[in-house]
Antibody, heavy 120, light 111 residues
Framework: EIQLLQSGGGLVQPGGSLRLSCVGS????????MSWVRQAPGKGLEWVST????????HFADSVKGRFSVSRDNSRNTLYLQMNSLRVGDTAVYYC?????????????WGQGTLVTVSS | QSVLTQPPSVSGAPGQRVTISCTGS?????????VHWYQHLPGTAPKVLIY???NRPSGVSDRFSGSKSDTSASLAISGLQAEDEADYYC???????????FGGGTKLTVL
């Protein structure tokens, strides 16, 4: 069974930093692109970032470009999201997700989500 | 303003059939990139219902079906049940944005 277990998150002041982690199991982690998706309170799902498997190449939504970075440690089956210069508008539940094989593939497995609150 | 457009809400009585539309453009659905559909219940992780336009993952009820044509896609839910009440999202890839994009979401109410 595929599982994605997230950690990190919490309350941070505007301008602060936070790092989220996502540990995968039940699949060959290093073979799959991994992504972060968020949902702000009362809003819909928003794609945040994708890190491909082999290269790896990082992609970011315009809303976080230049402030967030993504990395992976395949030896630890772990995906990271480093969030800097956090804004109130970054407040959301963040999900990590495994992407099915192709570039346009769906997110076929999801973590449990972790709440990030940016507030003074 | 989402790149993929969905109706904010749909409703239907138990046993009825409803459809949720998802309209995109030539840089995403019409490119053509595949469309995927997710069900999202409050407090839980989203769950993929339909992938690559028409495919159902193992364990997803055959009451859910997907279709795609040109720059649009649809999710149909037949034999509505109270447990289907949730938010539904379409998703694709947009080559102009180099981004994976979601629709704004549709709230399904079972009357």
């Amino acid at each position: 069974e595929i599982q994605l277990l997230q950690s990190g998150g919490g309350l941070v002041q505007p301008g602060g930093s936070l790092r989220l982690s996502c540990v995968g199991s039940g699949f060959t982690f290093g073979n799959f692109a991994m992504s972060w998706v968020r949902q702000a309170p009362g809003k819909g799902l928003e794609w945040v970032s994708t890190l491909t498997a082999i290269d790896p190449t990082a992609h970011f939504a315009d809303s976080v470009k230049g402030r967030f970075s993504v990395s992976r440690d395949n030896s630890r089956n772990t995906l990271y999201l480093q969030m800097n210069s956090l804004r109130v508008g970054d407040t959301a539940v963040y999900y990590c997700a495994k992407r099915r094989a192709s570039v346009a593939g769906d997110f076929d497995s999801w973590g449990q989500g972790t709440l990030v609150t940016v507030s003074s | 303003q989402s790149v993929l457009t969905q109706p904010p809400s749909v409703s239907g009585a138990p046993g009825q059939r409803v459809t949720i539309s998802c309209t995109g453009s030539k840089s995403n659905i019409g490119a053509p990139y595949d469309v995927h559909w997710y069900q999202h219940l409050p407090g839980t992780a989203p769950k993929v219902l339909i992938y690559n336009n028409i495919n159902r993952p193992s364990g997803v009820s055959d009451r859910f079906s997907g279709s795609k044509s040109d720059t649009s896609a649809s999710l149909a839910i037949s034999g509505l049940q109270a447990e289907d009440e949730a938010d539904y999202y379409c998703q694709s890839y947009d080559s102009s944005l180099d981004a994976w994009v979601f629709g704004g979401g549709t709230k399904l109410t079972v009357l």
